[in-house]
Each structure stands twice: as C-alpha cells, then as structure tokens.
C-alpha cells in the first residue's frame, strides 16, 4: 500500500515563507511526476506545481518566481518551498504522486493534505 504524508503547514504573515514536505511510503517500484495542488472552500483543486522524475518542473501562474518545487529521487520525497507568501496562497495543500506500487497497477496518489495560511 502507498501512502503520501506531507508536512510543513501552517500560519505565516504576508510576506513570509513555508516550505511543505512529502514522502511517498510503500511497495513503491517507480514513482513519475509528484506534484502539489491546493484547494480553498467551494474551489476546485488546483495544480500548483509538478516535477517530473528527470527533474522538469512546471509551475501555476501565481506562483511563478515565488514558489520552488523539488525532490530526491532516492528518498521519494517532493518539497515546496513558497516564498513571499499572500494571503490568496491559503488553502489546503495536497502532494500528488503517479507512482507504480509493487503489486498494483500504475495509480495516482494523494496525501491527506496541510493547512497553509496567511494571514497578519
């Protein structure tokens, strides 16, 4: 079974930053692009950010030149680093991983989600 556990959230003023961790857990073969999205109340979820596993990012327009996406291949963990916070930037962040478990077919896995909020 493959589990996803962020961590990192929580309350920040304006300005200020946050950096959100993920690890992908189980009978993990390969894992592809991990990724983070967020959701706010009444809101679909959104991709914030998506780095494949040679290292390709790709990145949503509001948080272009403020947020940094990374991982190690080795420990199957991505991270976010958000700088120069704003208050839209609250929301529940979710890690999202395409990864091929050991004894299953090649799924899509999302972890339980962190509260980021901004607020002064």
């Keep these: 079974q493959v589990q996803l556990v962020e961590s990192g959230g929580g309350l920040v003023q304006p300005g200020g930053s946050l950096r959100l961790s993920c ?8 894992v592809y692009d991990m990724g983070w999205y967020r959701q706010t ?7 914030v950010a998506v780095i494949t596993s040679g ?6 327009d509001s948080v ?4 940094t996406i ?10 976010l ?13 979710y ?6 478990p050991a004894i299953r077919a090649r799924s899509g896995y999302w972890g339980q989600g962190t509260q980021v909020t901004v607020s002064s």
């Design 95 to 100: 890690c999202n991983a395409d990864v091929v």
């Design 55 to 60: 290292g390709t990012t790709n990145y949503a």
């Design 23 to 30: 690890a992908a857990s189980g009978s993990i073969l390969i």
């Design 81 to 93: 680093q958000m700088n120069s916070l704003k208050p839209e930037d609250t929301a529940v962040y």
């Design 64 to 67: 272009k030149g403020r947020f």
């Design 41 to 47: 109340p009444g809101k679909q979820r959104e991709l």
């Design 70 to 79: 990374s991982r190690d291949n080795a420990k199957n963990t991505v991270h």
